[in-house]
């Protein structure tokens, strides 16, 4: 290891300024030992690397195997070179041994009798693909509301959240039920609510919940929910991410992480009405907040803004 350390350098400073003025002086100028300083003025030759510190692990222990017990462990294991940890240490007892199967598996390991793992192939992700305009793509998905937030234990709320991966617009509606005749009705009002701004949906995509599809339901697989089926009458490709990827999905699971914080901390909720209005109040300040994906633009202004076309 060639590398110079910071205390290298440190110890060389205080070696250069205790030959010019004195161990005396420098000790009490640095605040350090004389028996530490005459230490490393007897190693120092005017070179840093002599004060390198040295590692302080021993190179002998009193209880450590001995050249009989390695010979041992060696000869039992290329003998049986596929006996586990715990048979070979039952087998090495009836001749002698007397370590632990602890003890056993460290003088092992550090004699590399295990077999190597091979290593794990690198996961690289597909390259993301980007969306050209607006529609294009609609991320779907539902949050809990969370139980502190809800005034009556009893009362159950669940927000539907549609975002377009190409301007981030949001559109959201609160449900008492998370089901598909739910799923069904929000995207019903998601369509006409992008429609009035503008916005055809082409594509759709969810997760595999069974609020959506039927991909994962014992005997129903085949059968469209009425999700799919308001969908397919709207003309709509749905999209079902890979099971037990929400990253996938990570827009809309991100906007859901945003609004835990900027909403659900701070609010209560006395009733599914009660919920709708704030929630229709937070949608529209939610979608004037400026987002760094689109050049700070807020996702309202990132859709009306002039596009600049180069000839």
């Known amino acids: 290891m060639n590398s110079i350390t910071q205390d290298m350098r440190y110890r060389q400073s205080l070696m250069e300024h205790a030959l010019r003025h004195g161990v005396a002086v420098t000790s009490r100028r640095m605040n350090k030992a004389r028996s530490y300083l005459y230490f490393w003025l007897n190693r120092y030759d005017g070179t840093m690397e002599s004060l390198r510190g040295e590692s302080k692990r021993p190179h002998h222990h009193p209880s450590q195997h001995t050249e009989t017990e390695i010979k041992l462990i060696t000869d039992m294991r290329r003998r049986n070179p596929n006996l586990g940890l715990i048979e070979l240490w039952h087998r090495l007892q009836k001749r002698g041994y007397t370590r632990r199967p602890e003890s056993l598996y460290r003088v092992m390991r550090r004699l590399g009798m295990f077999k190597q793992e091979k290593p ?3 996961y690289v992700p597909k390259p993301y693909e980007q969306m050209t305009h607006a529609g294009e793509r609609v991320q779907v998905d539902v949050k809990v509301v969370p139980r502190r937030c ?4 009893a009362l159950n709320l669940f927000q539907y959240t549609a975002i377009d991966e190409y301007s981030r617009l949001r559109f959201l509606g609160a ?9 069904a009705d929000f995207i019903r009002k998601a369509i006409a609510w992008y429609g009035r701004r503008g916005i055809r949906i082409e594509c759709v995509q969810t997760d595999n919940g069974v609020e959506f599809t039927n991909r994962f339901s014992a005997g129903k697989r085949d059968l ?13 490709v749905h999209k079902l991410i890979r099971p037990y990827t929400p990253r996938h999905n990570g827009k809309v699971e ?17 009733s599914l009405a009660d919920f709708g209005g704030q929630l229709a109040a937070y949608q529209s300040r939610s979608n004037d907040l400026p987002m760094r994906p689109l050049g700070w633009l807020s996702p309202v202004e990132f859709l009306h803004r002039p596009v600049v076309q180069h000839v």
């Open 254 to 270: 991100r906007s859901h992480r945003e609004d835990q914080k900027r909403f659900y901390d701070t609010h209560s909720f006395y």
């Open 120 to 122: 794990k192939k690198k």
């Open 150 to 153: 809800r005034a009556d234990p």
């Open 224 to 236: 469209p929910t009425l999700f799919d089926v308001t969908l397919a009458g709207e003309g709509i």
């Open 175 to 183: 449900y008492p039920e998370q089901s598909t005749y739910s799923s």
